[in-house]
């Protein structure tokens, strides 16, 4: 089975520190995903990469950035987090770029920023 | 742009019944594709159902169908004989290609269903 794993389940941050997301899969897909759940509003894309230090603006990139230096781990940037940015964060991947590839999901990470 | 509606955000549903869950999108695109995800309680998120907009016969897995309608731009879940572990937020995704050799899903807000012993 697609192992995406996230560091961490839980995070608390104060407002102005950078903030690191990691996300990891197992099975050597192309492409990796980050999106920000909130209530109401569904998944929002925040970036995506297709291939090592590839990369391209989601929906709401804005106060976010990415990296990708190994194929397998994709790491979200918070540059200076903000409370807007307290959230659920979800990264997923991709066997390829195909349209009906499935996006397997990692448990997400529940951001609160103070 | 591609939008994703989900007029239904909660819904609950009897054990062992049948509910039906909406969805509907805008799109000018003519080759696409519409999934299905759940997410369970505390736990990861997963394709139920997929369907191609090329293809007429609606997608079946075990208890999950949907209901295809092109032209009306619907793409509804349907889950017969509901268990317990049906339990979940439901998001219906359109995926468009995005141009940069991958692509990006657009997703609805979501149907929170409850199934009630």
């Known amino acids: 089975d697609v192992k995406v794993t996230q560091s961490s389940r839980y995070l608390v941050k104060r407002t102005g520190e950078k903030v690191f997301l990691e996300c990891v899969q197992d099975?050597?897909?192309?492409?990796m995903f980050w999106y920000r759940q909130d209530p109401g509003l569904g998944l929002r894309l925040i970036y995506f990469?297709?291939?090592?230090?590839?990369?391209e603006k989601g929906d709401i990139p804005e106060g976010y950035s990415v990296s990708r230096e190994k194929k397998e781990r994709f790491s979200l940037i918070l540059e200076s987090a903000s409370t807007n940015q307290t959230s659920m964060y979800l990264c997923?991947?991709?066997?390829?770029?195909?349209?009906?590839?499935?996006?397997?999901f990692g448990p997400g990470t529940r951001l609160t920023v103070l | 742009a591609q939008t994703v509606t989900q007029s239904q955000p909660e819904m609950s549903v009897q054990e062992a019944e049948t509910v039906t869950l909406s969805c509907t999108y805008d799109?000018?695109?003519?080759?696409?594709?519409l999934f299905w995800y759940k997410q369970p309680p505390s736990r990861q998120m997963i394709l139920v159902i997929r369907q191609e907009a090329y293809k007429q016969q609606n997608a079946t897995e075990n208890r999950f169908s949907v209901n295809f309608q092109k032209a009306a731009k619907s793409f509804s879940l349907k889950i017969s004989d509901s268990q317990l572990g049906d339990t979940a937020m439901y998001f219906c995704?359109?995926?468009?290609?995005?141009?940069?050799?991958?692509?990006?899903?657009?997703f609805g807000k979501g149907t929170k269903l409850s199934v009630i012993p």
């Open positions: 799109t000018s695109e003519s080759n696409y594709y």
């Open positions: 990469s297709y291939d090592v230090k590839m990369k």
């Open positions: 995704a359109f995926t468009g290609y995005s141009g940069a050799g991958s692509y990006q899903l657009t």
């Open positions: 099975m050597d897909h192309e492409n």
């Open positions: 997923a991947s991709t066997l390829t770029g195909h349209t009906t590839d499935t996006q397997y």
